[in-house]
């Protein structure tokens, strides 16, 4: 499902076990411009030789800009227009390396109500994948209805 509409989605369509996800290859480009963005230089991200004498011997994207495609998935394919991305509870699994194609899913979970059903909100179940199928970054999502 991907609503790249500005029709504002509805908590109503939604159903448990729904999902979508968000494909991308880390670059070397990525990381550097995420840094810029972050202010995040630490050397194991963006120098090459001080990152060959740490423990994965090589550069390692921010685990931040995993979850950043957690945000993707939810924002534009799963919903759109319409709700507030509340909050994300992340756990960094695995290191994530330039060349990595991660694909973030978001999946509903739980769909629920506050105030007399005038709060509307859905929890999703988020995870990242690198290529080879393995678990890079875990966490759950909150998403609130306008």
Same mark, same amino acid.
């Given at each position: 499902?991907? /609503?790249? /509409?500005?029709?504002?989605?509805?908590?109503? +369509?939604?159903?448990?076990?729904?999902?979508?996800?968000?494909?991308?290859?880390?670059?070397?480009?990525?990381?550097?411009?995420?840094?810029? =963005?972050?202010?995040?230089?630490?050397?194991?991200?963006? /120098?090459?030789?001080?990152?060959?004498?740490?423990?994965?011997?090589?550069? =390692?994207?921010?685990?931040?800009?995993?979850?950043?495609?957690?945000?993707?998935?939810?924002?534009?394919?799963?919903?759109?227009?319409? $709700?507030?991305?509340?909050?994300?509870?992340?756990?960094?699994?695995?290191?994530?390396?330039?060349? +990595?194609?991660?694909?973030? =899913?978001?999946? =509903?979970?739980?769909?629920?109500?506050?105030?007399?059903?005038?709060?509307?909100?859905? $929890?999703? +179940?988020?995870?990242?994948? /690198?290529?080879?199928?393995?678990?890079?970054?875990?966490?759950?999502?909150?998403?609130?209805?306008?």
């Amino acid at each position: 499902m991907t /609503n790249s /509409n500005l029709k504002p989605v509805k908590w109503e +369509d939604y159903e448990i076990g729904q999902s979508a996800e968000f494909t991308k290859t880390i670059t070397e480009e990525d990381v550097m411009k995420f840094a810029e =963005v972050t202010g995040d230089y630490n050397p194991i991200h963006v /120098n090459p030789e001080y990152a060959k004498t740490q423990m994965f011997g090589k550069q =390692v994207a921010h685990g931040a800009l995993s979850s950043g495609l957690i945000s993707a998935v939810l924002g534009t394919k799963l919903f759109g227009p319409g $709700i507030l991305y509340g909050g994300q509870t992340v756990k960094f699994i695995k290191p994530v390396f330039f060349g +990595d194609t991660l694909t973030a =899913v978001g999946t =509903v979970k739980e769909k629920f109500t506050k105030k007399e059903g005038k709060l509307k909100f859905i $929890i999703c +179940d988020t995870i990242v994948k /690198n290529q080879n199928d393995e678990v890079v970054t875990t966490g759950e999502g909150t998403i609130l209805f306008m």
